[in-house]
């Protein structure tokens, strides 16, 4: 597939949250029953971030709509001075059943492979699901908009395969990206 982006993109996960600090073990809730907060050091973190992006003339924000992103997306738009557009298309991977379960229960049955494309959990989405509505997204606002600095504000595995898009990475570049230190992490920016 053929993309050619008229715009130029910069991606930040939302800051560290309680799962992060403390409740590593477990899948949060979907999709954020009750909402999870960033932690004193998320915070820190986007103001970090947000500082950066002051000199990047960023034009425009789009944010998942989930509680951690909004406040992440937030914090920006209040340090630039823009409004932040929300959209439902950014969320991250609905794991389904295994919300709120042990992350050991999942890797279990969902091995770190090319099979989590195609391979969903009940009531979930695969890899592939994500990067539709992504890939969605991405077309929309693309078309919309020509040569504005866009950021987009998200979770872990939605920016990865939205760095993928961009870059357009084969299923095995994905793989190696996300099996190693390279994956994002919170409160990290990058302009892809």
Same mark, same amino acid.
């Given at each position: ?9 910069? &991606?930040? *996960?939302?800051? /560290? %949250? ?5 409740? $590593?073990?477990? =899948?949060?809730?979907?999709? !954020? @029953? ?31 709509? &989930?509680? *951690?992103?909004? /406040? %992440? ?5 209040? $340090?630039?001075? =823009?409004?932040?557009?929300? !959209? @439902? ?33 009940? *009531? ?17 606002? !693309? @078309? ?49």
């Amino acid at each position: 597939m053929k993309l050619r982006l008229n715009n130029h993109y910069f &991606i930040l *996960r939302h800051g /560290q %949250t309680i799962h992060q600090e403390k409740e $590593k073990d477990f =899948i949060y809730n979907w999709p !954020d @029953k009750p909402p999870t907060k960033l932690t004193r050091k998320g915070i820190n973190q986007i103001k970090k971030a947000a500082k950066k992006l002051k000199s990047q003339k960023i034009d425009l924000i789009y944010s998942s709509d &989930i509680y *951690r992103t909004r /406040q %992440t997306a937030g914090i920006v738009a209040k $340090k630039l001075g =823009i409004r932040v557009n929300f !959209d @439902k298309r950014l969320r991250d991977i609905n794991l389904g059943i295994y919300h709120g379960r042990l992350k050991k229960d999942f890797y279990q049955d969902f091995l770190l492979s090319a099979k989590r494309f195609s391979q969903k959990p009940k *009531r979930g989405e695969s890899w592939n699901d994500v990067a539709k509505r992504l890939l969605d997204f991405l077309k929309e606002i !693309d @078309k919309r908009n020509k040569n504005k600095r866009i950021l987009i504000v998200s979770h872990g595995d939605p920016l990865w395969l939205f760095q993928g898009l961009v870059k357009k990475w084969s299923k095995k570049r994905l793989i190696k990206e996300v099996s190693t230190d390279n994956y994002i992490k919170t409160g990290e920016l990058r302009k892809i």
